[in-house]
Nanobody, 116 residues
Framework: QVHVVESGGGLVQNGGSLTLSCAAS????????MAWFRQVSGKERELVAG???????NYQDSVKGRFTISRDNAKNTVYLQMNNLEPEDTAVYYC??????????WGQGTQVTVSS
């Protein structure tokens, strides 16, 4: 059975930092593209950052230069280092493991709140 579990969310002040972690089990982690999404209530879920099986990364424009995604295949974990956080980054952050077109596993989400 596959499990995807996020952790590391919380309350932080404007300009602060947080690191989110996403641990996956029950799958061949190294063969999955991993990504972080976020969602604000009433809005669509949006891609924040992704990392391919070979380590290539991509970012939403609004987080470039502030967020860094990385993966540790030995620990079956993907990270999102978030620096210089802004109130607009407040959202529930979700981790997704993807392989091919049809295989997607989501975590339950972790709340990030940035106070102004």
């Amino acid at each position: 059975q596959v499990h995807v579990v996020e952790s590391g969310g919380g309350l932080v002040q404007n300009g602060g930092s947080l690191t989110l972690s996403c641990a996956a089990s029950g799958l061949d982690f190294a063969s999955y593209v991993m990504a972080w999404f976020r969602q604000v209530s009433g809005k669509e879920r949006e891609l924040v950052a992704g990392i391919s099986v070979n380590g290539a990364t991509n970012y939403q424009d609004s987080v470039k230069g502030r967020f860094t995604i990385s993966r540790d295949n030995a620990k079956n974990t993907v990270y999102l280092q978030m620096n210089n956080l802004e109130p607009e980054d407040t959202a529930v952050y979700y981790c997704k493991a993807k392989r091919g077109v049809w295989i997607n596993y989501w975590g339950q989400g972790t709340q990030v709140t940035v106070s102004s």
